[in-house]
T-cell receptor, first 113, second 112 residues
Framework: GAVVSQHPSRVICKSGTSVKIECRSLDFQATTMFWYRQFPKQSLMLMATSNEGSKATYEQGVEKDKFLINHASLTLSTLTVTSAHPEDSSFYIC?????????FGPGTRLTVL | GESVGLHLPTLSVQEGDNSIINCAYSNSASDYFIWYKQESGKGPQFIIDIRSNMDKRQGQRVTVLLNKTVKHLSLQIAATQPGDSAVYFCAENRPGNTPLVFGKGTRLSVIA
C-alpha cells in the first residue's frame, strides 16, 4: 500500500481562491518534508523544505507568503496555495524523509481557472 | 539547486530490446543515487538505488551503473516492455536530510 498519501489527488479552483494540499506519511515518521512542483514535460522543481516544528525553508524564487507550508506533526505536512492564479496550475508532489526512508507522494494536480 | 529540464529528451526502443538511460550528476560529495520512474499524472516511483561505495547494482530487469570518476549514472532495463514507457529521473542525494537533486529526465517510449 501507499507509504505517503496526498489529498486531494486533483483539484480545480477559481482564480483568487486558496487551496490546501495535504501530505501524510503512513508508515513512518517524516522528520523532513520536501515540496516539489512539476510543470508539463519538466523535471521536479523543489519549492521548499520543512522540518517538523520549524519554519519551512523556501527555494529562491518561491514566495513564502503565497505557498504556505505547515509541518505540525511527523506524519502531516500541508501546502496552501493562496490566491491561486492560472500560472499556479501544476503538479505538486511531496516527499517524506526520515533517515534511511524516503518516499514521494502520488502528487496533486492543481488546475486554476 | 534543483535541475530543471525543458523538453525532455526521448529514447525510443523496440519492445524486447534493452534500454540504457544516462545521467550526469553534479556533486562529487553525493553518496547515494536513485532512479525514479514517473508515469503520466503520477508521482515518481522508486526503481533502484546505489550507494557511492558501489559501482553496480542489479534489480529485477534493471541495473544501475555508477562511474564516480566522470560523475555518471546509467540505468539499464532489460527486455523493455510497453509498461516501461515513462519518464525516468536520476537523483543524487548528499549526506543528511538535504533535498534530492534531480537530473533532467528522459522519456522512454517503447514501440510494440
Amino acid at each position: 500500500g501507499a507509504v505517503v498519501s496526498q489529498h486531494p489527488s486533483r483539484v480545480i479552483c477559481k482564480s483568487g481562491t486558496s487551496v490546501k494540499i495535504e501530505c501524510r506519511s503512513l508508515d513512518f515518521q517524516a522528520t523532513t518534508m520536501f515540496w516539489y512542483r512539476q510543470f508539463p514535460k519538466q523535471s521536479l522543481m523543489l519549492m521548499a523544505t520543512s522540518n517538523e516544528g520549524s519554519k519551512a525553508t523556501y527555494e529562491q524564487g518561491v514566495e513564502k507568503d503565497k505557498f504556505l507550508i505547515n509541518h505540525a506533526s511527523l506524519t502531516l505536512s500541508t501546502l496552501t496555495v493562496t490566491s491561486a492564479h492560472p500560472e499556479d496550475s501544476s503538479f505538486y508532489i511531496c516527499r517524506a524523509w526520515e533517515p534511511n526512508t524516503q518516499y514521494f507522494g502520488p502528487g496533486t494536480r492543481l488546475t486554476v481557472l | 539547486g534543483e535541475s530543471v529540464g525543458l523538453h525532455l529528451p526521448t529514447l525510443s526502443v523496440q519492445e524486447g530490446d534493452n534500454s540504457i538511460i544516462n545521467c550526469a550528476y553534479s556533486n562529487s560529495a553525493s553518496d547515494y543515487f536513485i532512479w525514479y520512474k514517473q508515469e503520466s499524472g503520477k508521482g515518481p516511483q522508486f526503481i533502484i538505488d546505489i550507494r557511492s561505495n558501489m559501482d553496480k547494482r542489479q534489480g529485477q530487469r534493471v541495473t544501475v551503473l555508477l562511474n564516480k570518476t566522470v560523475k555518471h549514472l546509467s540505468l539499464q532495463i532489460a527486455a523493455t516492455q510497453p509498461g516501461d514507457s515513462a519518464v525516468y529521473f536520476c537523483a543524487e542525494n548528499r549526506p543528511g536530510n538535504t533535498p534530492l537533486v534531480f537530473g533532467k529526465g528522459t522519456r522512454l517510449s517503447v514501440i510494440a
